[in-house]
C-alpha cells in the first residue's frame, strides 16, 4: 500500500519567495470525491497522472498514482471532471533539509497559498520556515478535493479567518 505522510500549512508572506524554484502549472479536476476516496487527474506541466487518494482527514493518507497519456488528461479534465477545475501554480521550496511545496492557486481559489511538506513519519522532527502559518492538515476545506465543491472565492471572512 502506497502511503502519504504530509502536512500543510498556510503562508504567510512571500519569504518563500527567494528560494524557490520557477513553478509549475497545475490543472487538476475530480472524477470522484466520496467519503472514503476521490479520484483526481492532474496536468502537471508536461506530464498527466491518475491520482486515488483516500479521503480520511489528517497527515497520513493512502495514495495511489499513475502516468496516463496527455490527450486523455486534457479529455478527462475538460469533459467529466467536477468544475470548476483547480488551478495552481507549485514551487518547490528548500528549507532545513526538507523541499517544501508552495501552492498558489488561481481561478476560483486566487488568493489562496499553501504549503505542504512530505515526512517519513507522523512525529518526524519539521522545523518550520517563518512563513509558515497556521497548521491546516486535519481540515477537509484546504483539500483541493474540497476546494471544488467549496472554493475559496465563496469561502465567508470567517472561513478565511479574516475580518471584512
Known amino acids: 500500500m502506497a502511503t502519504e505522510i504530509e502536512r500543510k500549512f498556510l503562508v504567510t508572506g512571500t519569504g518563500w519567495r ?9 490543472r487538476q479536476g475530480y472524477l470522484l470525491g466520496s467519503e472514503r476516496a476521490s479520484v483526481r487527474v492532474r496536468i502537471e506541466g508536461e506530464v498527466a497522472r491518475l491520482n486515488i487518494k483516500s479521503a480520511t482527514l489528517g497527515v497520513t493518507r493512502q495514495e495511489y498514482e499513475y502516468a496516463i497519456p496527455m490527450a486523455d488528461a486534457a479529455a478527462l479534465l475538460d469533459g467529466l471532471c467536477e468544475k470548476p477545475l483547480v488551478e495552481k501554480t507549485r514551487y518547490h521550496v528548500p528549507h532545513a ?3 517544501w511545496e508552495v501552492d498558489v492557486f488561481a481561478g476560483d481559489n486566487a488568493g489562496l497559498v499553501v504549503a505542504e511538506v512530505e515526512l517519513e513519519s507522523e512525529d518526524a522532527p519539521l ?4 512563513w509558515a502559518g497556521r497548521e491546516v492538515s486535519g481540515e477537509a ?3 483541493n478535493v474540497c476546494l471544488v465543491r467549496h472554493p475559496y472565492a465563496n469561502w465567508t471572512a470567517d472561513e478565511r479567518g479574516t475580518v471584512d
Do not use: K, N
Not at 527567494?18 to 497545475?26: L, N
Not at 522545523?127 to 517563518?130: D, H
Open 97 to 99: 533539509g526538507r523541499v
Open 127 to 130: 522545523q518550520l520556515p517563518s
Open 141 to 143: 476545506r484546504y483539500y
Open 18 to 26: 527567494a528560494a524557490a524554484d520557477a513553478g509549475t502549472a497545475y
